[in-house]
């Protein structure tokens, strides 16, 4: 073990005196000596016993290779470092410890010759450590000048000890949570060890855990005495195991079941002992025999039950509200319907309805006019078709018809016309008119190979796309119908794929000053760099990304990108004044948005949200409002984007003031053509000047249109003419090479020289 000052090894464990003792007797008595070290060298090695050896008289110290081993030292390796260098290497919870038993050891206190502790071998894990050491030198004064000693690497013991204590913690907390209790009993000295458990079970409280060996006899039921006690007996004579179950008297008078299990063993000494469980059963008894009472009395009413069986198939089939079938029934009448229809050459038709502003009525009037609703679309529904149909309520307001047909037939349109005129005229519920109507899908196949269940999903997807088109309707399925939807679903799955997999990236389209053609901000434009279909534009997937409710997550994504990039621009020497991302409607609706967003540590001014004017500016509810105020303290500047085309009043702008107005490329594209469309685009930039708010010009794709821009006053521009969409690796280049200005310039003097020739021309 090291300790303070300590000094390169001693090679001789013994220090000096086994030098002394090779001199004694010559040749013959150190060949004695060496021959005995060499046997005591050998029992250490193989005892794995680390021999450590301070000399403090000679100022010398060794550590045997065994001691160097435990700590994952080479064997030949020598000791550096002081005394407080090897203490940071004992466990930090046990340092304080060593330091003091090692300065006691010093002292040749007889407490601290052993004690135990932690560790770091070299290769980072702990060991625990056994030291044991003694003084066998001391000074004139009785101050201790050899201390000698062993360290024995025990970790393997304590994980031992560790894993036995856990175990033994297992057993003692899994039988403390199934109540039982465990006794020991000596045959040949006749005790019996009781624990807590097992006293606390027969009542005798404050009884010692040695037990008199009758305690258990005299607390046997009078009744179960003999018979218990009986099999006791044939146990031990036989030495075969004790399984029995009977009745106690506690301690406290109280009367209680127990089962109890028990087995011989012999014990380390020879001793044949009997070591038993037992558990109070008394409630498990009263369960089984309640059951069994249960069991009886439901098998004297068997025949009772089989009286009441088409009764309960029927409430099993049916919808205990409207009386119709449910969709239980319904299954199995598909099953019928198909293989009659197969064999019959019959077509089966299937209409899936649904009723329409049925919510609306169940909100305002309750659920009781919703019910008499429903039970009233019964009616209508059972009166409206044949008495072969078959008519089924599935759930909600959802309800099926299945009618067996002539393939030619092309009654079943009529059909859902009657329907849909029956179910849309007014029903008098307590004083209020209720309307409703329904929305119908109707699928009709045939054949060898017609399959019902399919056919109510065509069904269904044909009333998809009824409600899709303006509800109180009905359509009929086509195969284009279900392409649509497996189309629509695998791209949603592959949307979602891609978000994993980081496929949406950020696209930008630079924005410039009107008049001086300089770089005044960019717009992030989503872009979807597909596996297979190439870069993908937001027409493609925006509306089944919305469906899936992923637009804000492709949002923040976009956002997060853009910010990337704008920091990268800034270190490649670039300024971009603004960066403007879109923002979607849910987006602005999420509660935690303000919290996301300082978490981005967004620079204030270096970003704008673009708001489609569709979203209802005059309608925000508190949320989207609180959430835009958020937007203002970080520094974001809002946008109206599409300006002209939605439903932004005036009123609208100047409660939200937003820094800037898009006007849409709708009202741009026919600026040369349209003296209209120049006033219209003129006036909304007056506003904006008189708002303070800057006006930027989408879809400037000709000369013409920066023209005329430019005479209107438009600030700032956007469109192909000046620049396209491109990723972010080409945003420096394309800057710098200010491509963009060379066209504009030439285009405009050849517009100066058309307007200076124009009066020449005339002149002549």
Known sequence: MPVKN????????????????????????????????????????????????????????????????????????????????????????????????????????????????????????????????????????GVPTRIVGTDVDITARKEAEETLSRLSRRLDLAL??????????????????????????????????????????????????????????????????????YRIIR?????????????????????????????????????????????????????????????????????????????????????ERSAECRAKSFALAILHIDLDRFKQINDTLGHRAGDAMLQHAANVLRNSV??????ARIGGDEFVILCTVDPASKKIGGLAERVIRELRKPVRYEGHDCRFGASIGIAIDSGPKLDAKQTLLDA???????????????????????????????????????????????????????????????????????????????????DIAEDLDVVSTIDALILERALADRRAWIKDGLSIPKVSVNVSARRLADPDLGKKLRALKIEPGA????????????????????????????????QIDDFGTGHASIVSLLRLSPTTLKIDRELIRLLPQSAEQRKLVGSIIDIGRSLNIRVIAEGVETADHIRILEELDCGTLQGYALARPMPAMQIPSFIRAGSWRQGQTTARALQTRLRRALPERAAK
């Open 6 to 141: 300590a000094h390169p090894k001693a090679e001789n464990p013994h220090g000096d005196a086994t030098a002394a003792e090779a001199g004694v007797g010559g040749a013959a008595g150190g060949s004695e000596l060496a021959e005995r070290e060499s046997r005591w060298n050998h029992a250490l090695v193989g005892s794995g016993l680390g021999v450590w050896d301070h000399n403090y008289r000679l100022d010398r110290k060794y550590y045997s290779p065994t001691w160097k081993t435990i700590r994952g030292m080479a064997p030949d390796e020598e000791v550096a470092g002081d005394y407080n260098a090897w203490l940071q290497l004992v466990h930090p919870d046990d340092r304080d410890f060593v330091a003091h038993a090692i300065e006691r050891q010093n002292a040749g206190d007889p407490d601290y010759q052993v004690f135990q502790y932690r560790e770091r071998h070299r290769d980072g894990h702990w060991v625990w450590i056994d030291c044991r050491g003694a003084c066998v030198e001391w000074d004139e004064n």
């Open 176 to 245: 403390e949570i199934s109540h039982i209790g465990v006794f020991e009993a000596d045959i040949e000295n006749d005790t019996v060890e009781w624990d807590d458990r097992l006293i606390a079970i027969y009542g005798l409280k404050g009884a010692p855990h040695q037990i008199a060996a009758d305690a258990w006899a005299k607390s046997l039921h009078p009744d179960d005495r003999e018979r218990v006690l009986g099999l006791a007996g044939r146990s031990v004579e036989s030495g075969s195991d004790f399984q029995q179950e």
């Open 251 to 335: 301690g406290d008078g109280a009367e209680r079941i127990i089962r109890a299990r028990s087995a011989f063993f012999v014990d380390g000494n020879g001793h044949r002992k009997l070591i038993g469980a037992n558990w109070d059963v008394t409630e498990d008894v009263a369960l089984r025999n309640e059951l069994q009472r249960a069991k009886d009395l439901t098998e004297a009413r068997n025949r009772e039950l089989e009286a009441a069986k088409e009764s309960i198939e029927r409430l099993a089939l049916h919808d205990y509200l409207t009386g119709l079938p449910n969709r239980r029934y319904l299954d199995k009448m598909l099953d």
């Open 386 to 391: 044949r008495a072969a149909d078959f008519v």
């Open 460 to 542: 269904d997807i044909a009333l998809y796309r009824a409600k899709g088109l303006g509800r109180n309707r009905f359509e009929f399925f086509s195969a284009s119908d279900r392409r649509d939807i497996v189309l629509a679903k695998h791209l949603a799955d592959e949307i979602l794929i891609g978000l994993e997999r980081s496929e949406f990236i950020p696209f930008y389209q630079l924005q410039f000053d009107a008049r001086t053609l300089d770089v005044t901000g960019i717009e992030t434009l989503a872009r979807w760099q597909h596996p297979r279909r190439g870069l993908m534009t937001p027409d493609l997937f925006l």
């Open 607 to 638: 970003i704008a949200f673009e708001l489609l004017e569709s979203i209802s500016l005059d309608d925000c509810d508190a949320l989207v409002a609180a959430n835009l105020k958020k937007l203002r303290k970080l520094g974001i500047d809002i």
